[in-house]
């Protein structure tokens, strides 16, 4: 099984400013990493795939990179939509489908 | 537009069962795997089971294999979750998800979601 790590956990940031969120997996990950938003009383909203492929709808801001077992998500201008907590998963090696513990962006 | 829409949950005391449903609408059923991802409270997302669209391939977490079984029926555009023998550690959000792809390391591409139901274990 494939272990997701994010940080940090919590992440205080200003609106207008860049956000970037970490995620690390256990093993070798070559392309099968996504990224998901959750706000509070919603379900998750899947943002990225495939690293840095942005889901349908998704903004530009939005961005995914990395390679190997080290990912980051970054946001490169927050709007007030975007405080929310984020989760990384790996669908890699399955089952099961892992997911880190969630960054929480917070404003600052 | 695609809609999941999940029903069933509630209050169950340890050793009870549970059966959880969602319908699927706006998209070709038949064609698409489903899930089952839950969220204890105040926690993370932890994938519970996966079934793909002609059945013949059903997959668990291990905390939940023997006790939970996941199903479909296509003409009803809904699958659900039967949940057996169940235990406190099983309360949480219980959400449908829709995977990306047919087959493959895709069915965990969780691109489209349920609001979820709220099962609770307690005595």
């Known amino acids: 099984e494939i272990l997701m790590t994010q940080s940090p956990a919590t992440l205080s940031v200003s609106p207008g400013e860049r956000a970037t969120l970490s995620c690390r997996a256990s093993?070798?990950?070559?392309?099968?990493l996504a990224w998901y938003q959750q706000k509070p009383g919603q379900a998750p909203r899947l943002l990225i795939y495939d690293i840095s492929t942005r889901a349908t709808g998704v903004p530009a801001r939005f961005s995914g990179s990395g390679s190997g077992t080290d990912f980051t998500l970054t946001i490169s201008s927050l709007q007030s939509e975007d405080f929310a907590v984020y989760y990384c998963q790996q669908y890699a090696d399955w089952p099961p489908w892992t997911f880190g513990q969630g960054t929480k962006v917070e404003v600052k | 537009e695609v809609q999941l829409v999940e029903s069933g949950g509630g209050l169950v005391k340890p050793g009870g069962s549970l059966r959880l449903s969602c319908a699927a609408s706006g998209f070709s059923f038949r064609d698409y795997p489903l899930s089952w991802v839950r969220q204890a409270p105040g926690k993370g997302l932890e994938w519970v089971a996966s079934?793909?669209?002609?059945?013949?391939?059903?997959y668990y977490a291990d905390s939940v294999k023997g006790r939970f079984t996941i199903s479909r029926d296509n003409a009803r555009y809904s699958i659900y979750l039967q949940m057996d023998s169940l235990r406190p550690e099983d309360t949480a959000v219980y959400y449908c998800?829709?995977?990306?792809?047919?087959?493959?390391?895709?069915?965990?591409?969780?691109?489209?979601w349920g609001q979820g139901t709220l099962v609770t274990v307690s005595s």
């Open positions: 998800a829709r995977g990306k792809g047919a087959v493959g390391a895709t069915i965990g591409i969780f691109d489209s």
């Open positions: 079934i793909i669209g002609t059945s013949s391939s059903i």
């Open positions: 093993r070798r990950i070559p392309i099968n």
